[in-house]
């Protein structure tokens, strides 16, 4: 196979930062101002390779980080080690390895659900949100208590939620996603290094329980950031009902693009649509 000149894989700078003692991976490509790129479930950094390329093309210095428990970053043990307040602190800690005060905050899935949290409990560090198929999280809380669709397509989370799950997980059928071959062995080679326990403990201890009432109140603090959603409407497991009121939630202005075609990966699934929506966004709103 002909080596792609635009793939990141051996471009890439790879640096630590230090989140109280638990020692975080991140990949790094171009100078310029800062974005932070938090993947999800099942994942690693790689997953932005597109949307670092254009990033690092156009003046901005993309670093996609391994969430704790995968690839490269430290794994420690027990559910409580993947409580959000954490997971929030492990970003604020790459930022800080860059030198630099504040970050536009970029996630999917999981990396999106931290991305919420950066914002809402770290506005210091949060120069701009972007967040690729996650729905904020008062809005998937809303849908499972409410949405019988929705609590139906999220069984496979509440199954993760169960003790020993982690046993019955296959890293091969984890990859399955992954349509670019090369890539796919990259993913396996990835989760070998992962901890599948851990990666579950981001469901055990972050999401909703299947028995969970409808919350009366949602006490989440507003971002103050400008926002910009990307939502592939092929997603099965965050249906797009749970975008409705997304609003409610922000302060500044909120951009919501929605992807027919595209499935819950939808920075790969789209994309060149993702990335130049992403890099036209973000030249508007250049500090």
Not at 82 to 107: F, H, N, Q, S, T
Not at 162 to 190: F, G, M
Not at 197 to 205: G, Q, V
Request: proline share 7%; net charge negative.
């Amino acid at each position: 196979m002909a080596e792609d000149s635009t793939d990141v894989w051996d471009q890439v700078e790879h640096r630590y930062a230090d989140s109280t003692g638990v020692k975080i991976h991140y990949a790094a490509l171009g100078q310029g101002p800062l974005v932070v790129m938090i993947h999800g479930f099942p994942d690693f950094w790689y997953s932005w390779r597109k949307q670092m390329r254009a990033l690092a093309d156009n003046g901005y210095r993309a670093v996609a980080v391994d969430l704790r428990g995968y690839n490269l970053s430290e794994k420690p043990k027990g559910v409580e080690n993947y409580a959000m307040p954490l997971l929030v602190g492990d970003i604020a800690a790459v930022v800080k390895a860059e030198k630099l005060e504040r970050a536009v905050i970029v996630g999917h899935d999981w990396g999106g659900s931290v991305a919420w949290n950066v914002a809402m409990r770290r506005p210091d560090v949060t120069e701009l949100l972007i967040i690729c198929n996650l729905p904020h999280p008062a809005g998937i809380a809303r849908e499972i208590a409410t949405n019988p669709l929705q609590k139906q397509n999220s069984e496979y989370a509440f199954g993760f939620q169960k003790p020993d799950a982690h046993k019955a997980i296959s890293l091969e059928r984890l990859t399955q996603w992954v349509t670019d071959p090369a890539a796919r062995q990259r993913y396996l080679k990835a989760f070998e290094q992962s901890d599948v326990e851990a990666m579950l403990n981001y469901y055990k201890a972050n999401y909703p329980k299947p028995d969970a009432p409808p919350p009366a109140d949602f006490t989440f603090p507003k971002v103050q950031a400008p926002v910009l959603m990307f939502h592939g409407l092929e997603d099965q497991a965050l249906l797009p009902g749970a975008l409705n009121g997304t609003w409610q939630w922000v302060e500044k202005d909120l951009t919501i693009m929605t992807i027919p075609g595209a499935s819950h990966f939808v920075q790969q699934d789209a994309a060149d649509t993702v990335s130049n929506t992403m890099v036209d966004w973000l030249a508007r709103r250049k500090p």
